[in-house]
């Protein structure tokens, strides 16, 4: 069964910290991982990622996707408490538009 | 564009009654999900749709469940009789060619309380 996990559930820093969001996945078909920010209600698009090494940065988030180990980091710097929200990951597969979701990650930042 | 629209934003109805959730994707975009949202299980995809056809609805989760996209503007997500079990935020997703090169787009959703 496809599944994409992700770690830690939930996390708690001050602002200014930086952290780092895992989505390991275990799936066929591998086509492209996905970030979300979830705040109050809908999920907003942050990047997709296809290739391994790759770094995608937008502001102090960035992102970079393991094909080998099957893992993908979100890194946060410099912490606000805008950034506090559930960060989802998902994947997308070949021969389908599906896209599995993992449960998140919450992340609080306190000033 | 305004994005994917969803109506209602919070219904509360009784265990029994007939449920109807409503989506309006993005204009030209071709392709629509259903998915709901629990604390226990986070988001699962439920149905989508290509080009108003359901393509995969395996994530409906029994019978109660039915899905109706009749125009490229417009689908309904259903359920009937609805259940405690069924409380939920339902997202209905839009995108551009699937997910080939594009991320879905999401409603703000429907939070659904079946007491």
């Known amino acids: 069964e496809d599944k994409v996990v992700q770690s830690p559930l939930s996390l708690v820093v001050h602002e200014g910290d930086t952290v780092t969001l895992n989505c390991s996945y275990e799936?066929?078909?591998?086509?492209?991982l996905l970030w979300y920010k979830q705040e109050k209600k809908a999920p907003t698009f942050l990047f997709m990622l296809t290739s391994s090494g790759i770094e995608k940065k937008s502001g102090r988030l960035s992102s970079i996707l393991d094909k080998k180990e099957l893992f993908s980091i979100l890194n946060i710097t410099a912490t606000q408490t805008g950034d506090s929200a559930v960060y989802l990951c998902a994947v997308a597969l070949y021969n389908t538009d599906k896209l599995i979701f993992g449960t998140g990650t919450r992340l609080q930042v306190f000033p | 564009d305004a994005g994917v629209i969803q109506s209602p934003r919070h219904e509360v109805t009784e265990m029994g009654q007939e449920v109807t959730l409503r989506c309006k994707p993005i204009s030209g975009h071709d392709y629509l999900f259903w998915y709901r949202q629990t604390m226990m299980r986070g988001l699962e995809l439920l149905i989508y749709f290509n080009n108003n056809v359901p393509i995969d609805d395996s994530g409906m989760p029994e019978d109660r469940f039915s899905a109706k996209m009749p125009n490229a503007s417009f689908s309904t997500l259903k359920i009937q009789p609805s259940e405690p079990r069924d409380s939920a935020v339902y997202f209905c997703?839009?995108?551009?060619?699937?997910?080939?090169?594009?991320?879905?787009?999401f409603g703000q959703g429907t939070r659904l309380t079946v007491v």
């Open positions: 799936v066929t078909n591998f086509r492209s």
């Open positions: 997703a839009s995108s551009f060619q699937g997910l080939m090169n594009t991320e879905a787009f």
